[in-house]
């Protein structure tokens, strides 16, 4: 049974920073681009970063550029989201997603509300 499970959310303030770690499970982790996405409180679930199978290539969303760093370590079947100067509308859920062609995995999130 296929397991992705997020951790390292919480409540920051303005200007701090979090890193979210996302564990895969009974996949083959290294056959999966993997990204993370939010789902701000009323609003739809927005992509934020990704990253490729072996780590190679990256995107991000323009919100996420120059304060957020995606990275993978394919050993631990983990990926990671580092997030610096977190502003207050980065506070949602924060979701981790697995991709391979057509075989879409989500974790169940983890909440990062951030004061101002």
């Known amino acids: 049974q296929v397991q992705l499970v997020e951790s390292g959310g919480g409540l920051v303030q303005a200007g701090g920073s979090l890193r979210l770690s996302c564990a895969a499970s009974g996949l083959t982790f290294g056959s999966y681009d993997m990204g993370w996405y939010r789902q701000a409180p009323g609003k739809e679930r927005e992509f934020v970063a990704a990253?490729?199978?072996?780590?190679?290539?990256?995107s991000y969303a323009d919100s996420a550029k120059g304060r957020f760093t995606i990275s993978r370590d394919n050993a631990k079947n983990t990926v990671y989201l580092q997030m610096n100067s977190l502003k207050p509308e980065d506070t949602a859920i924060y979701y981790c997603r697995a991709d391979r062609t057509i075989t879409t995995y989500w974790g169940p999130g983890t909440q990062v509300p951030v004061s101002s």
């Open positions: 990253i490729s199978r072996i780590g190679d290539s990256t």
